[in-house]
Each structure stands twice: as structure tokens, then as C-alpha cells.
């Protein structure tokens, strides 16, 4: 469709933005060209671009007279002796050199943003994001593709951090990126710069999307007595919102029937909050405690700190949890109860890292305010809960100081199977305080994190966190939390056609005076992934863990299979308050993930695991085929305050 393109010698409607070809034969540039993005065709190199409105009836004629004069060589060759355009190469994105976000866009900074296009890649076929050049006859891809609705233009527009006539902030660009690609139903983004030769202070830029498939559906269980299901559409109209309608049904339970809805709105009014709110009865929304069956109506509002520049975050959670007797239990056991919860936080950057001078190292500085409070309506009826601090109100207040420093860089392969992945350097460190009143107990709080990321000699990536925090009551420390946590990133090393990365994880918890809190356990996610219902508990525990991930270059249908090795174990206090005095509970196991990036799916996970000292009632075997949420690097530092979670 035409595009409007300004130059010295006037304006011209066009449908391709035209790259001399002089500047491809270039070898530094053609080598970091993305090879569909920018083949040489003749002696012009067309980039196809998207502008969502089409022309009117009147001026039909006119652009078909207009693009078929394009198409003729003689004409196109006069053009390019008109203009003098540029458009600069992305660099490439692998982790062995580690190339920083915003580096691409460094030497435009400050240049005016003339006029800024827009390229949607569909969702089947282009094998990336830089595949826009792709073309296909194959018609289940093109209904596939019908399918989808894809982003409104309005929607990417404002999700955007500049706006024509604004300068070029390199970091800002980068930010922007990192956002776009942040959106669920977005799954990969990019800007770039292009027509940089027409004018020295200025450019234009095109910002190129690809959505994920907007329709998915997750199966929890399914089998003669039990059916758990999800669907959801998380571009509803491509207007940046998500609907999600789950149910289940179970013979045992009553009533046996289960439902759930959610909507979210991303970006709601470009206000770059986040809005959802629903409606379960499926014990799917942070259950109180376990051993419980909840349903809850909620709304929550989150406004993450989407640009290191911007001023302010915060967000507000309402939530109605209420127990459900599903599975019958008898009166003396079941607990019956009801709460209402209140989160409230804001956050404001008070100082800002000085993105004009590319060279100076100053860190943010912000400044958050966090208040919570858990009131129960009704209570459980046994007297064993009446003294459980679970079941008593809870109210507190924390602020909370904070100093950060963030940089990324693009890379794949580290979570994904593919996709971008925005990977962080840098470091954060923290103080907070305040006070709590649980259980009519009134006490004061007092802590201290800190996370670094950063490169090491062989390129892996490292992470390192601490934290230590405790309560005081009338002088006297209670509750103290000592956390501890390493995470290794090897780089990827080629491997036939595939690749392979090494993961390594430790991790420290220990509380050495207990008061309100309940000891440590070491079931699944909190010990030993495969273990399930060990009585054992202690107030001190190590974690253990290595993975060997290897990136398969097989690909059925659009599905990408990581095959993975693990080695796991565990010391937990359970005969001596010396950690390292008791028993190491370990396992071996061996297993795939699959998954199809172009889907909202949740990844597909095949595993067995080797158990060979697992304490009763595990089983020296465990296999299991279940579904599970993606993982990603969390980009968004500015968090709602709070105590250093001992789980």
C-alpha cells in the first residue's frame, strides 16, 4: 500500500523503500544483513512496508498507475538518483558477543524521527521476525493466517515510547523493544532505522511486529472421571486485550462443576497499566493455604516501571477469596472461611541514569511506598486455626529505597526455543522498612537485597542475590530470612545442527529464629522437582541444581523440541540445625520440552526422573507429561515492596 516519503525534491508515494545497491556491496554491511530482509534484487534492494489505511476510491487509479511505475527499471533507477536514502543493518544478536540493545541505535542519537512506519509479519511462515520478505501458495498457511487478527496499528502506536518529532534516545529505543516484546500476544519486535542518508539531523523508523496466534486452549486433566480446560484468546480483535474462560468437571467433587473468566486489558488507555479482572472457582488463584479449595473475584491494576526514564509505578489488587467444600470433607476437617485482601504500591524514579552522555555511569535511585491488608470475614470453626497465623488478619506498611543500573542484550536459546530473548546485565540493591501487625502482634521490619548480573571471561552470564531481613519486637530479632542465590548461564556451543547450554543453580534458605513462620519443605519447585507429600520439614535448606539443555534443530509443524539432562539435590534441617549434618536427597533425570512459538500454548514437558534415596511416599521413579508456563527474564526492576519470602 502507498506510503508517503519525504525527500529533497519533494514527496513521493511509494509502496518499497528503496536501498541503493551500492551500499550492500559493501562487506561489512552485507554480512549483518538479515538475508530475506535485504536480497538483492537488480540493482535495488525493496523492503516491503504496512500502512493499515488504504486508499480512497478516488486515488485507485492513481496508485495502481503509481506502483506499476515502480515496477519498471528505468523509472526506479531515476528515483534512486533522487534520493539519497539509508537504512542501517541490525547487528547481529548472539550471546558469544554479547552486543548490547541499544547499540544498533548509538549513532543516530538525537537525530528528529521524521515519520515512523509500520511491518507486521504473519504469524505462520516467516521463520523470524526478519523473515518479512517471505511468500507462500501454501493455502492451510494463508487460512491460518486469516485466522489471526492481527495488532491494530493503534494498539503498537501506543505502546510506543516517542512519537514524530521527537529525538532519538538510544536507550529509549532499546526500552522499547524490550516492551513490545514483553506483550503476551507479541512475539517478537523490532525498530529500525531507515531513510538515515536523506538528511543528516533526521530519519524515519519502522517498527516491525509479530504477534502470536491469538487462539489457545490448555488441558489440565482429562480422563473418564475428571476434565480440566482452558481457552483463551489473547489479542481479542487485535486490540491488545485477552479473554480467558476456563472449566472443570469432576465426578468426586460437589458440585462437580467448575468455571472461571478473566479479561485483560494490556496498556489500558496508553497508560502503560495493565488491568485485569475475573472470577474463579477453580483453585487456581493463590490459594490461601494447602489442603484448600478456593474461588475468589479479583481486580488487579499494575503499572511496571516500562521505561528506565519513566517517572512512576505502582498498581492495586482487590481480591474476595472464599473456601469451596468441593470434596466433601467433613465438617471437623473442612475449613470454611472467608477474606478480603487490599495490595496497594507506587513508586517513584527519583533519579535517573543520564542517558545523554552514553558514557556516564550514574544508577537510578527510586523511591516505593507498599501497604497490604488481609481481612478475614469468617474464620474456620476448629480451634487448631484460630491460633494459625494463616487465618488472622494481617495488615503492613514498608518503604522501601532502591538503586539500580539496568543493561540487556538480545539473544535466543537460553528459556525459549528461538525467540528473542532479552537478556539483563547489571545490578540492583535495596533497603526496606516498616512494620506489621499480625495476629494482634505489632512489630517492626528491617532488610537489605541486593542482584548483579554480569559477563564472565568465558561468556557465560552469572547472577548472584542476597538478602537478609527480620522482624524486632520489643528489641528482640524474630522471623530473620537469609537468602542466598547463584544462577550460571553457560554460552551456547554448536552441537551438529542444534546447540547446547549449561545451567547451574544454588540456593540458600535459612530462618534461624522462627516465630510466625512455618518450616521449609521439599516438595517440587521448593526442593526436589518430582517429589510429592514427604512429611520432612526444617528451617534451613539447600537447593542444588544442573541442567544440560540441548536446542534440537527438529522441527514438526511448527514445534521445536529442548531435550534436557538435570542433576538435583537437596539438604534440608531435618536431624540437626547444621545443614550440611544432614541427609542429601538427590535425583537424575532426563526429558523434552516442545513447543510452537507461534502459538500461546504452554510448553509441553516430558520428563523421568531417578530418585535413588527418595524418602517415603515417593517412588524411586517418576515420570510425568504435563504443561508449563514459559519462563523469562523479568525486565521490569520497580516491584511492589515487600518481605523476603521464606517458602
Known sequence: MPLLIR??????????????????????????????????????????LFKPKPPSRNWFHRVAEYRDSLRRRDYRDSLIRKMTRQNAPEPPTTDSSIIKSEKYFIPFTGRVIRDIYYRKVNVFGPQNIRDTAFTTSMKLIKLANRLHYNTEEWVIRQALFFKSGDTLNPYEMSDNERYLRSRPYMQDARLYIINAGASPDSLDLLVVTKDVFE?????????????????????????????????????????????????????????????????????????LDSGVFEGAYYLNINRPLYNSSADWAGGI??????????????????????????????????????????NNQRPNLAILLAHSNQMFLKTPRQPIYKY??????????????????????????????????????????????????????????????????????LKGIFNAQIGIGTFYQNGRSEDAVIHTKLEYYSRSFRLGKGRFREFAYFDYLGNPNPYFY??????????????????????????????????????????????????????????????????????????????????????????????????????????????????????????????????
Request: overall charge positive.
Open 317 to 358: 489488587g482487590l481480591r474476595r477469596s472464599f473456601s469451596i467444600n468441593a470434596r466433601e470433607q467433613p465438617d471437623t476437617i473442612y475449613r470454611d472461611y472467608k477474606y478480603e485482601l487490599l495490595e496497594l504500591w507506587g513508586g517513584y524514579n527519583l533519579i535517573k541514569q543520564d542517558k545523554h552522555n552514553l
Open 215 to 287: 487462539y489457545g486452549v490448555d488441558v489440565g486433566e482429562a480422563s473418564t472421571s475428571a476434565v480440566r480446560t482452558t481457552i483463551y484468546n489473547n489479542n481479542l480483535f487485535g486490540a491488545g486485550q485477552e479473554l480467558r474462560v476456563g472449566a472443570y468437571w469432576k465426578n468426586s467433587y460437589n458440585p462437580p462443576w467448575g468455571s472461571e473468566v478473566k479479561y485483560t486489558k494490556y496498556n489500558a488507555l496508553g497508560t502503560f497499566a495493565d488491568v485485569s479482572l475475573g472470577y474463579t472457582t477453580l483453585n487456581n488463584y493463590f490459594p
Open 518 to 647: 512455618k518450616p521449609l519443605q521439599l516438595n517440587m519447585e521448593h526442593g526436589i522437582y518430582g517429589y510429592k507429600g514427604v512429611p520432612l520439614t526444617g528451617y534451613q535448606r539447600i537447593n542444588l541444581r544442573s541442567e544440560t539443555v540441548y536446542y534440537s534443530p527438529l522441527k514438526v509443524l511448527g514445534f521445536k523440541f529442548n531435550w534436557f539432562t538435570t542433576l538435583q539435590a537437596t539438604q534440608l534441617t531435618i536431624n540437626s540445625n547444621n545443614v550440611f549434618k544432614n541427609p542429601i536427597y538427590g535425583g537424575v533425570g532426563l526429558g523434552c520440552r516442545i513447543k510452537n512459538e507461534n502459538l500461546p500454548l504452554n510448553t509441553l514437558l516430558f520428563d523421568i526422573n531417578y530418585f535413588p534415596n527418595a524418602p517415603a511416599p515417593v517412588k524411586p521413579v517418576y515420570f510425568e507429561i504435563t504443561t508449563t508456563v514459559d519462563f523469562r527474564f523479568d525486565i521490569f526492576t520497580l516491584k511492589m515492596p515487600n518481605f523476603i519470602n521464606f517458602r
Open 388 to 457: 494459625d497465623p494463616i487465618y488472622n488478619n494481617h495488615r503492613y506498611y514498608l518503604a522501601q529505597a532502591i538503586v539500580f543500573r539496568n543493561e540487556f542484550f538480545k539473544s535466543t536459546h537460553f528459556f525459549g526455543f528461538g525467540r528473542t530473548e532479552d537478556i539483563p546485565l547489571g545490578y540492583n540493591a535495596s533497603v526496606t522498612s516498616g512494620w506489621e501487625t499480625w495476629k494482634g502482634r505489632t512489630r517492626a521490619y528491617a532488610g537489605i537485597e541486593g542482584q548483579k548480573f554480569w559477563v564472565t571471561k
Open 7 to 48: 525527500h529533497a525534491y519533494g514527496s513521493t508515494r511509494k509502496d518499497t523503500v528503496i536501498i541503493p545497491y551500492y551500499l550492500y556491496r559493501v562487506s561489512t554491511l552485507r554480512d549483518t544483513l538479515p538475508p530475506r530482509l535485504y536480497k538483492p534484487i537488480a540493482d535495488t534492494i525493496p523492503i516491503p
